[in-house]
T-cell receptor, first 114, second 112 residues
């Protein structure tokens, strides 16, 4: 998975609980992304970052927050988990030498909210 | 809009058969990407296409950037059991530096 790791791999939360998902890369890529994948819906972009200290909203940002304090790490937070946030979450990176559409994905985090 | 429609949604094939799938849109793109996702894993980039009409191979996989720039095709020759998985096409969102739109995938299952 091109030097992209995600922590944790699995998690079960109760409604209202909070958690943070960590994405770490050792590839020195500028761009990092968080996606969610639901059955029959492909991959949908939650938030992304074009560099250290920057974040931006994707197509489904509600209920999530992100931070990129260090270039190699991109954190996805759920402040108050809801059952609708049950999904598989993928981190991706791109842009080793400028903007690039070639994204490389981590192994995913499977989250269940009960 | 920028929706990518993949066809077929799923397919069963015999080992050794050739496979064809496609991705279409009503929008024009300058880049097409094809990913494969194994069960329980993240998507892996297979092929990237940057020019209309371009034909690019990666082992038994061949992808084509449609001449209209509204579609792309992926072919797998002589399929083997490890070809099982979901194949996604992706293309850049209009006006963005690096964001992608993904298709909903073609699920490939191979019977021996």
């Amino acid at each position: 998975n091109a030097g992209v790791t995600q922590t944790p791999k699995f998690r079960v939360l109760k409604t209202g609980q909070s958690m943070t998902l960590l994405c770490a890369q050792d590839m020195n890529h500028e761009y990092m992304y968080w996606y969610r994948q639901d059955p029959g819906m492909g991959l949908r972009l939650i938030h992304y970052s074009v560099g250290e200290g920057t974040t931006a909203k994707g197509e489904v940002p509600d209920g999530y927050n992100v931070s990129r304090l260090k270039k190699q790490n991109f954190l996805l937070g759920l402040e108050s988990a809801a059952p609708s946030q049950t999904s598989v979450y993928f981190c991706a990176i791109s842009g080793f030498s400028g903007p690039s559409y070639e994204q490389y994905f981590g192994p995913g985090t499977r989250l269940t909210v009960t | 809009g920028q929706q990518l429609n993949q066809s077929p949604q799923s397919m069963f094939i015999q080992e050794g058969e050739d496979v064809s799938m496609n991705c279409t849109s009503s929008s024009i793109f300058n880049t097409w990407l094809w990913y494969k996702q194994d069960p329980g894993e993240g998507p892996v980039l297979l092929i990237a296409l940057y020019k209309a009409g371009e034909l690019t191979s990666n082992g038994r996989l061949t992808a084509q950037f449609g001449i209209t720039r509204k579609d792309s095709f992926l072919n797998i020759s002589a399929s083997i059991p490890s070809d099982v998985g979901i194949y996604f096409c992706a293309a850049p969102k209009t006006g963005t530096a690096s964001k992608l739109t993904f298709g909903t995938g073609t699920r490939l299952q191979v019977t021996l």
